[in-house]
């Protein structure tokens, strides 16, 4: 991703940051990938659902990049602290907090396996688009034991109750079935080959085995519950969760439904999405989850 501290250490506005991405980031999902400001809304937006005094909450965004929703989120609560293992995305996040003047923000250079944070100190943490990736910070080792090993992390730093929010792809997404890319791989059915195929199949064509573990609603449950993490209720971002237009109760066939005919979506997409939740099919082909969970 171009965005170089550099290039940017002059810059003093937030407005300016936004019109540099747009310059030198030609594709605008990317565009409003780095911006984060559309992503942290509706997460804000979901978080305080679940938490009507969210505004005086502590919040940690782990894997906060570039700062985008940390920032936003630091808009609407008490505290939030970014943790990244890129020291870059770390500097670019601590300018851009310099740049809005939002004094109760701060990132952290660490690891989802070793976040620097006392135990039973956190109301809220955010994982998005991010459990998938922790893999790869240990590359010797079982993707599914890091990931454990991050919640259980996760778990320690949380209060009593506090909430945990998770996004993340669903493994079996039904594109996947139908030839798409997976997103983190950029290769075609390796999300739903067993394990043991997919590295194969990733060391053949990449040379690297395939760590960007993704699972099914009921495994995803399963992991959290070997975490300890109870999950209260899990919605679907639609139509996925990185830009979700609505994001929706993923029991709640009806109001799927209603949410399906209101998106900005090509009607063949609509249409697949409609005959996927009329089949009660949401929990197993769906494109993501967002499962909110307490400790």
Request: glycine share 4%; net charge positive; hydrophobic share 40%.
């Amino acid at each position: 991703m171009s965005i170089k501290l550099e290039e940017i250490k002059n810059i003093s506005s937030e407005e300016e940051f936004e019109n540099h991405v747009e310059r030198v980031i030609q594709n605008k999902h990317t565009q409003k990938w780095v911006i984060g400001r559309e992503r942290g809304k509706k997460i804000f937006e979901l978080m305080e659902k679940f938490n009507p005094d969210f505004a005086e909450k502590l919040v940690l965004d782990l894997g906060c990049g570039f700062g985008g929703i940390s920032l936003f989120l630091s808009q609407n609560v008490r505290w939030v602290i970014g943790v990244d293992t890129n020291k870059e995305s770390i500097r670019i996040s601590h300018l851009r907090a310099k740049m809005s003047k939002e004094d109760n923000f701060f990132a952290i250079l660490s690891s989802a396996t070793n976040i620097p944070i006392k135990n039973d100190s956190l109301d809220s943490i955010l994982i998005d688009g991010v459990l998938e990736w922790v893999p790869l910070s240990k590359p010797l080792e079982n993707p599914k034991s890091t990931q454990l090993e991050a919640l259980i992390e996760v778990r320690r730093v949380l209060k009593e109750k506090g909430t945990l929010f998770l996004a993340i792809e669903n493994r079996y997404y039904l594109r996947y079935w139908l030839g798409t890319r997976d997103h983190h791989s950029r290769l075609r059915f390796v999300p739903i080959l067993p394990r043991k195929i997919a590295d194969c199949v990733s060391k053949m064509q990449k040379g690297e085995p395939y760590m960007n573990w993704t699972y099914s609603y009921f495994k995803l449950k399963e992991i959290l519950k070997q975490a300890e993490f109870e999950v209260l209720k899990v919605y679907v971002g639609i139509p996925d969760y990185v830009f979700p237009e609505k994001i929706v109760d993923i029991e709640d066939k009806h109001e799927i439904k209603r949410q399906i005919n209101t998106i900005r979506e090509r009607k063949s997409r609509k249409i697949i999405w409609g005959i996927i939740n009329k089949l009660g099919l949401m929990k197993i082909f769906s494109s993501n989850f967002i499962p909110i969970c307490q400790k």
